[in-house]
Nanobody
C-alpha cells in the first residue's frame, strides 16, 4: 500500500493542525492505520492508531489533545492535533498494517512523512 501524508507545517504553541494520509493499492477498510513521529535527534515513536473497526489507541503524551479518525470512502486517515506544544515538533509519518500499528514492528507500510514544527 502507498501512503501520502499532507497537512504539516509551522504552528504556534497552543495551535492546531490536521494531518491527512491518503492510501492506495490495497483495500483501505481492512487496514489498521496509525501515526508515528520522530522528533529531532530522537527515535521514532508511536502517536496514535485506528483499527479497521474504528477502535483507537493513543500515546500518553497526546491523549486528550490528538484525535485519529478515518474515512474509508476517501481511503484517508486523519490526525487532528490540538493544543500543540514545542515537544510535538517532529516528522510525522503515516503507517499501515494488517495488525494494530501500535509499534514500529507492526507496520507494513510507511509514508514519506510530513514535518510539524511548533514554535514557542
Amino acid at each position: 500500500v502507498q501512503l501520502v501524508e499532507s497537512g504539516g507545517g509551522l504552528v504556534q504553541v497552543g495551535g492546531s493542525l490536521t494531518l491527512s494520509c491518503a492510501a492506495s493499492g490495497r483495500s483501505f477498510s481492512s487496514l489498521c492505520m496509525g501515526w508515528f513521529r520522530q522528533p529531532p535527534g530522537k527515535e521514532r515513536e508511536f502517536v496514535a492508531a485506528i483499527g479497521w473497526s474504528g477502535a483507537t489507541s493513543y500515546a500518553d503524551s497526546v491523549k486528550g489533545r490528538f484525535t485519529i479518525s478515518r474515512d474509508n470512502a476517501k481511503n484517508t486517515v486523519y490526525l487532528r492535533m490540538n493544543s500543540l506544544k514545542p515537544e510535538d515538533t517532529a516528522l510525522y509519518s503515516c503507517a499501515a498494517g494488517a495488525r494494530p500499528v501500535v509499534a514500529v514492528d507492526r507496520v507494513d507500510s510507511w509514508g514519506q512523512g510530513t514535518q510539524v514544527t511548533v514554535s514557542s
